[in-house]
């Protein structure tokens, strides 16, 4: 079975740009979560979707935004991109039942480098 | 969400015990305990939950006492492979969803 992918896997961008990051969670699994985790330090959560619709929220600014599809593959889009974006992005998901929690698995992530 | 505190980094040699302290003072009587391991560039890996007592896999054991202020995570043998950054987490999964909240961590060095 395929576990959680995403795309790409790595990026570079210049401040200012916007950038997409996408995932597609395990078959079966309703909620997706996005982290970021910047070097050396522990993963932050940023989002969390169930059933398409935000079920958590972290403490980035409003250039952070997402959105899950039909599907329950889910996009992250940065805004407005700072030095301080630069970070591995990770992707979860988990949930195959009415409740959006129980293990998290985690994607390989997608390396942003904002110069 | 409970906070933690473990140790920032770790050595130890192939074929060693290796047991890694968790604190948690301010746990809650809903919170269960996680540990995931995370190896540089990819995602953090689930390795065992637990409530209070004694959990155990095919992996790792995890070992809570009574009071459930602390945890200790034993990986038994370790080898090469298992030097990785190892988190702990508190939360109350059901409720919890998605928002897994991690400290920094204790990197393990395994040594030959």
């Known amino acids: 079975d395929a576990g959680v992918t995403q795309s790409p896997t790595h990026l570079i961008k210049t401040r200012g740009q916007q950038v997409t990051l996408r995932c597609s969670p395990i078959?079966?699994?309703?909620?997706v979560s996005w982290y970021q985790q910047v070097l050396g330090q522990g993963p932050q959560f940023i989002f969390q979707?169930?059933?398409?619709?935000?079920?958590g929220r972290g403490n980035f600014p409003d250039r952070f935004s997402a959105r899950q599809f039909p599907n329950y593959s889910s996009e992250l889009n940065v805004n407005a991109l700072l030095l301080g974006d630069s970070a591995l992005y990770l992707c979860?998901?988990?949930?195959?039942?009415?409740?959006?929690?129980?293990?998290?698995?985690f994607g390989p992530g997608t390396r942003l480098t904002v110069l | 969400l409970a906070k933690t505190t473990q140790p920032i980094s770790m050595d130890s040699y192939e074929g060693q015990e290796v047991n890694i302290t968790c604190s948690h003072n301010n746990i809650a009587t809903n919170d269960y305990i996680t540990w995931y391991q995370q190896f540089p560039s990819q995602g953090p890996r689930f390795i065992i939950q637990?409530?209070?007592t004694k959990v155990t896999n095919e992996v790792a054991s995890l070992f809570i006492p009574a009071d459930r202020k602390s945890s200790t995570l034993s990986l038994p043998r370790v080898s090469l492979s298992d030097t990785a950054v190892y988190y702990c987490?508190?939360?109350?999964?059901?409720?919890?969803?998605?928002?897994?909240?991690f400290g920094q961590g204790t990197e393990l060095s395994v040594k030959p």
């Open positions: 979707y169930y059933e398409k619709e935000e079920r």
């Open positions: 637990g409530y209070k």
């Open positions: 979860a998901s988990s949930g195959t039942g009415t409740s959006p929690g129980g293990e998290q698995f």
């Open positions: 078959s079966g699994h309703k909620s």
């Open positions: 987490l508190v939360g109350d999964p059901p409720n919890q969803g998605g928002k897994l909240i």
